[in-house]
């Protein structure tokens, strides 16, 4: 598979939490960080994804925001 975004990250499942039509799903990646994703159900499902599976992170932005308290 190619991509034109060139963040992708490594890691494994940690976490699949679905809801009504979304899931949010937890990757650890190097030094015990963990990224969220939100994606459908459907995709959770055909992408076979379990706790304890590799996936990647694949990180596509042309916004960064900045918040202080």
Do not use: C, P, W
């Amino acid at each position: 598979m190619k991509l034109s975004a060139r963040n992708v990250i490594r890691g494994k499942v940690v976490a699949i939490q679905k809801g009504a039509t979304t899931a949010h799903v937890r990757i650890e990646i190097a030094g015990g960080q963990v990224l969220t994703s939100s994606i459908t159900n459907e995709a959770v499902d055909e992408l076979g994804l379990t706790i304890g599976s590799t996936a990647s992170a694949v990180i596509k932005a042309s916004d960064v925001l900045v918040a202080v308290d």
